[in-house]
């Protein structure tokens, strides 16, 4: 059956090709009967196979079968109970271990379909267990050890959480099994593994996969984040492993700016084609190949924007809700200061002096909103306000940080007629910021009156904890090298392997530091 489905893709896509060329032909053009033959036919064999492939009853008995399947693969995981709430062992039996994974493929292939196109199939499925099968699996790489067949499961939960197109009864199963206490109080904790796991899996593409997957992610948070059990399902996974949880958190940090990042620049070059298309002379007098090269290089820029701001937009979305709840991990010492620079730098992307960079026609097009960004960022600020540590943190970015951004944003916020609760908590964590700034100031120490052996190696800054690294022996604070050790398991200076654990306190240096 699926042999046939992914045949019958391949022809939809043909189809649409086929179509897309008869369309961008001039009415006139000789070839428009050939080709208005040509798409008549493939549309023929996309209709004929939907027919079959589709068919409604066959469907729901091959529902029947995979509900049947699902209930003997956890019945196997639990080494032969059969209980009404099947709880898996901490490590699979040799049975399940022995299991080929296109019979859980096949599983999330069908159910995916299911729920995207055919949701009204569900009424004669008990989807509470399909749910259940999937949540129990996506946080368990000791079960299924391939990333993206987990990344298939996130996938058909996050198409089940997408209610909108369902009727009544199909939003009512759903609604169901994610109240149920046996799903409410694992997905959440599975999603997070699920997030880190997928960050390395050898494979060429994996940078730009992870994308892909931890976009449904941000699907089912969505989603899901409304229900109570599931949030405080969350905040007791994430004081339970704080140390896991930070590195989610630090990997969501990593995700946001590089999308965003990359949203503003391709919104640059857009801005840049823009003037250069609407100036006739100068694009006219460019040779056919470099003209030819330009729209395509807009026709890029135009897709790589609209993909990154949606994926950065729900991304931040997610991040948003999680910190309005869970601040902690957002102001580990290890994530501070990572987090304001973060926002400072956005916020300056955003009202600095190179903001009009990023003013480009019909900016719905790529779904940018930079008022909405804008409040965004503010709450993201919000979040952390209460927080010293954060307001240290945000003025000591020389980089990015100004009293003068703050002041022209909330500026921007009033004309914009934004939130006011949002305009009155920005405002006074900019008093906040602006009082620690003066602050700072009276204190501040001049770095040459610190002996270079107090200072990071790193940063170059006062070191607070000093840790010796047992490979290099290189002494560095703490909170720097496990920021580092977040990203990467090895000693920044000679690259053998490392671990937080594997650290002590330098005492030598910490007495000096406490004359």
């Known amino acids: ?23 961008s032909l001039a009415p006139n053009d000789p070839s428009i009967k050939l080709a208005e033959l040509e798409e008549d036919k493939w549309q023929a064999y996309q209709i004929s196979m939907q027919v079959h492939l589709f068919e409604p009853k066959m469907l729901e008995f091959m529902g029947r079968i995979y509900s049947l399947l699902i209930s003997w693969i956890l019945q196997v995981a639990c080494n032969g109970q059969i209980l009404s709430i099947p709880t898996l062992p901490s490590e699979p039996n040799q049975l399940l271990s022995a299991f080929p994974e296109w019979l859980f493929d096949d599983i999330a292939d069908y159910f995916i379909l299911i729920c995207r196109s055919y949701p009204i199939i569900l009424k004669s499925l008990k989807f509470v267990d399909v749910v259940f099968f999937c949540v129990q699996f996506i946080g368990r790489s000791n079960y299924i050890k391939n990333p993206y067949l987990r990344g298939k499961f996130v996938e058909l939960v996050a198409g089940a959480t997408d209610i909108s197109t ?25 999603l997070v593994s699920f997030y880190i796991d997928i960050e390395h899996t050898g494979r060429h593409d994996q940078f730009y996969h992870k994308f892909h997957a931890r976009r449904f992610v941000a699907m089912i948070f969505k989603q899901v984040w409304r229900k109570n059990a599931h949030r405080e399902a969350l905040k007791s996974s994430s004081q339970k492993e704080f140390q896991l949880f930070v590195r989610f958190v630090n990997m969501m940090i990593n995700d946001l700016i590089y999308l965003l990042d990359e949203a503003l620049q391709s919104l640059q070059k857009i801005r840049d084609l823009d003037t250069l298309l609407a100036n006739t002379a100068e694009f006219n007098a460019l040779s056919a190949d470099e003209q030819t090269q330009k729209r395509s290089s807009y026709r890029q820029e135009q897709g790589q924007a609209t993909y990154f701001l949606d994926v950065g937009t729900e991304t931040m979305s997610m991040m948003i809700e999680i910190a309005k709840f869970i601040p902690e991990p ?22 600095g002096p190179k903001c009009t960079n990023l003013k480009v026609q019909n900016k719905e097009k790529y779904h940018w909103n930079p008022k909405e960004m804008l409040q965004r960022i503010c709450s993201l600020f919000i979040c952390f306000s209460e927080s010293q540590d954060f307001i240290l ?20 916020l009033n004309r914009t007629y934004a939130n006011a609760n949002i305009i009155d908590s920005f405002r006074q964590f900019a008093e906040r910021c602006k009082k620690q700034q003066q602050e700072s100031k009276e204190e501040e120490i001049e770095g040459e009156d610190i002996p270079d052996e107090l200072l990071d190696p790193l940063l170059s800054t006062l070191m607070k904890d000093p840790v010796k690294l047992p490979s290099s022996g290189v002494t560095v604070d703490r909170t720097t090298i496990t920021r580092h050790l977040l990203n990467d398991s090895t000693d920044p200076f000679n690259r053998s392997h490392l671990t937080i654990d594997m650290i002590s306190t330098d005492e030598e240096v910490a007495a000096k530091l406490k004359e």
């Open 393 to 412: 943190a945000v003025t000591e970015d020389e980089r990015c940080f100004s009293v003068a951004r703050l002041d022209e944003t909330i500026s921007i």
């Open 166 to 190: 369902m009727g009544s009864f199909e939003k009512m199963s759903v609604e169901y099994a994610f109240d149920q206490p046996s799903i409410s109080s694992v997905l959440m904790p599975s």
């Open 1 to 23: 059956y699926f042999i046939f489905l992914f045949y019958q893709l391949k022809v939809a896509r043909e189809y649409q090709q086929v179509k897309r060329r008869r369309e």
């Open 330 to 351: 957002f102001l580990a010492p290890e994530l501070c200061s990572r987090v304001a620079s973060m926002l400072n730098y956005f916020l300056d992307a955003l009202v």
